[in-house]
C-alpha cells in the first residue's frame, strides 16, 4: 500500500475510533438527571412510538431491595443503591442482561414512614462511583469491583439527617465532590474527591439540608455552584465555597427539585403552594427576579426545559407547558396522567405516573399533550409501605429505558428497529 493511503486509512480509523467513543459518552446517564443535570439525553435512534402493549422489557432485576434511588449507567454498567442484609448497598448491574457484578454496603438502612432505604443517584467519573446513602453516608468505590476508597458521614460535617433522609445527588467537578451536610460548620462542603478529606465548607451558611442536588452555572465570571434550600436558593465559588449570591425562596415542608441553570439564570421551583421563579445574575451578582408565579410547582417529579419550554408535573394544575422566559402557562393537562417524573430523549418525554405506575410516552412540543404509547409497570412491589409510590425518574441510556420500583428494576428496549 502506498504511504499516503497508509497515513489515510490511519487517519480514517482513528476518527472513527474518536466518533465512536463520542457516540458511547452520548449514550451514558452518568449521574443524577443525566450527562448534564437536566435530564436531557442526546440519543437518537429511538422508538417514536410504542406498540399497544408498550415496549418490550429486556430484563428485570428482582433483588434491589428497599429505596427511591435511581440508577446510573455507564457503558455495559448499571449503578444503583437498594438495600440488602441489613444494609444499605450500592449495586452494580450489566445494563445489557441485568445480572448482578457486585455489591458494596455502605451503612445502616434508613427507616420511615414514607418508605425505608437510600433515595438518591450514584455519579460515575473515571474509575470511580460516589454514592450517597440516605443516612448520610457518602462512598467512593472503585468501579470494577465496588471496594471502598473512603467514606465521609455528613454527621462528621455537623449535618443533621433530614427528615425525609438525605437524598441529595453528590456532584463531581475536577477533583472535588460537591456535597450538603447542612448545619452549623456549613450548609455547603467540598471535599478531595480522590481521599474524601475536606476541602472546604460554607461558613456563610448554617441552613440545613433539604432534597434538592448542586448544579453548576455558566455565569460570565466562571463556573460557580448553585443549590436551592428552604428558604433561599444560593450561589457559591466552587474554589473555596464563598458565597456570591442568595435570593429568598418561600419553600415549606420539602424543598426537592434541582435548580435549572442556562446561562446567568436561573429557575427554581418545589411543591406545597410555593410556585416557581425565574432568577437572572448579573457580572455583580445582583439577583433580579424576572417572574415569580404558581403556574409551576413541582413536588419532586422534576422539571425538564427543552429549548424555550418548561415540562413537568404541577401540583393541583397538571402536566404543564411553560415559557421559560415569561412564566406563562403554554397549555395543561390535569386528566390525561397522574402526578410524576418526567425525562427527555429523541423528540419525545417519558412521563411516569407515581400512584399506578403508567409509563407514558408524549412528543416534546409547546403546541399540547400528544400521546404516542402507554403501558403500565407489572409486576409492582408489595414492599412499598402505605403512603409511597413510585417516585424514580425514568433514565434513558443506550436505547434502553430503565424504571424501578423498590426491589424491581425494570429495563426496555426502545431502540427503533
Not at 410555593?274 to 417529579?301: F, I, P, R, W
Request: charged share 20%.
Amino acid at each position: 500500500m502506498h504511504r499516503t493511503s497508509k497515513f489515510v486509512l490511519a487517519v480514517f480509523l482513528a476518527l472513527a475510533f474518536v466518533s465512536t467513543s463520542l457516540v458511547a459518552d452520548q449514550a451514558d446517564w452518568p449521574q443524577w438527571r443525566g450527562m448534564n443535570r437536566d435530564d436531557l439525553s442526546s440519543e437518537s435512534g429511538l422508538l417514536q412510538s410504542w406498540p399497544e402493549e408498550g415496549p418490550p422489557r429486556a430484563w428485570l432485576f428482582e433483588n434491589c431491595g428497599l429505596g427511591y434511588a435511581g440508577p446510573a449507567v455507564v457503558g455495559d454498567r448499571l449503578y444503583i443503591l437498594g438495600t440488602r442484609d441489613g444494609q444499605e448497598q450500592l449495586f452494580c448491574l450489566n445494563a445489557t442482561s441485568g445480572n448482578e457484578v457486585w455489591s458494596t454496603p455502605i451503612g445502616q438502612i434508613y427507616e420511615n414512614s414514607w418508605g425505608d432505604g437510600p433515595r438518591s443517584t450514584p455519579t460515575v467519573v473515571d474509575d470511580l462511583v460516589y454514592a450517597m446513602g440516605a443516612q448520610g453516608n457518602l462512598v467512593c468505590v472503585h468501579r470494577g469491583d465496588g471496594s471502598v476508597v473512603w467514606k465521609k458521614s455528613m454527621q462528621d460535617l455537623s449535618g443533621e439527617i433530614p427528615t425525609w433522609g438525605y437524598a441529595e445527588s453528590p456532584l463531581v467537578w475536577n477533583e472535588l465532590v460537591f456535597c450538603t451536610p447542612g448545619g452549623t460548620n456549613g450548609t455547603i462542603a467540598a471535599l478531595d474527591r480522590m481521599t474524601g478529606k475536606k476541602v472546604w465548607q460554607t461558613s456563610e451558611l448554617t441552613d440545613l439540608a433539604h432534597y434538592s442536588s448542586i448544579v453548576l452555572m455558566d455565569h460570565s465570571t466562571g463556573k460557580i455552584g448553585v443549590q436551592l434550600l428552604e428558604k433561599q436558593v444560593v450561589g457559591f465559588r466552587i474554589d473555596d465555597g464563598k458565597l456570591l449570591w442568595s435570593s429568598p425562596w418561600p419553600g415549606s415542608v420539602a424543598v426537592i427539585p434541582t435548580p435549572i441553570v442556562r446561562g446567568n439564570q436561573v429557575y427554581i421551583t418545589s411543591g406545597y403552594g410555593a410556585g416557581c421563579q425565574l432568577l437572572s445574575v448579573a457580572d455583580d451578582y445582583s439577583v433580579t427576579s424576572e417572574y415569580d408565579n404558581k403556574v409551576m410547582g413541582n413536588h419532586h417529579g422534576g422539571v425538564v426545559l427543552l429549548g424555550d419550554h418548561l415540562y413537568g408535573h404541577s401540583d393541583k394544575k397538571g402536566w404543564t407547558c411553560q415559557d421559560f422566559a415569561t412564566g406563562k402557562k403554554v397549555w395543561q393537562e390535569r386528566q390525561v396522567l397522574g402526578k410524576g417524573a418526567i425525562a427527555y430523549a429523541d423528540n419525545h418525554f417519558f412521563c411516569l405516573s407515581e400512584d399506578e405506575g403508567e409509563v407514558v410516552l408524549i412528543a416534546a412540543t409547546p403546541e399540547a399533550w400528544k400521546e404516542q404509547g402507554r403501558f403500565t409497570l407489572s409486576p409492582q412491589t408489595e414492599l412499598r409501605k402505605p403512603r409511597g409510590k413510585i417516585w424514580v425518574h425514568p433514565v434513558i441510556a443506550d436505547g434502553r429505558l430503565y424504571l424501578r420500583d423498590q426491589e424491581y428494576v425494570y429495563c426496555y428496549d426502545v431502540r427503533a428497529k
